[in-house]
């Protein structure tokens, strides 16, 4: 089992940054790798960014490539997602999600996290 716990959320206005953690626990973090999504109201879950174990991999849903960064720390079993230049429309809750590959389906992550709300405001 692999507990997720994200951090960092919150309300910020447009062009604005914030920066969600996601501090893992349980099995060995550095097996996995990791991956961040989003879920806006009234809307399907989205893939937004991830990264394969070792960290040397990195891919973004169009929408936030340029934007945001995904990195992690092995050494204190965290993922990041640095979003810069935010829009309203990246308002949503954001889920991390630990998997055997850095995929951008759901189905291809075995851990999730509870989540944080992400708002921005126009």
């Known amino acids: 089992q692999v507990q997720l716990v994200e951090s960092g959320g919150g309300l910020v206005q447009a062009g604005g940054s914030l920066r969600l953690s996601c501090a893992a626990s349980g099995r060995t973090f550095s097996n996995y790798a990791m991956g961040w999504f989003r879920q806006a109201p009234g809307k399907e879950r989205e893939f937004v960014a991830a990264?394969?174990?070792?960290?040397?991999?990195?891919y973004y849903a169009d929408s936030v490539k340029g934007r945001f960064t995904i990195s992690r720390d092995n050494a204190k079993n965290t993922v990041y997602l640095q979003m810069n230049s935010l829009k309203p429309e990246d308002t949503a809750v954001y889920y991390c999600?630990?998997?055997?590959?850095?995929?951008?389906?759901?189905?291809?992550?075995?851990?999730w996290g509870q989540g944080t709300q992400v708002t921005v405001s126009s």
């Open positions: 990264i394969s174990w070792s960290g040397g991999s990195t």
């Open positions: 999600a630990a998997g055997p590959i850095a995929g951008a389906l759901g189905y291809e992550y075995d851990y």
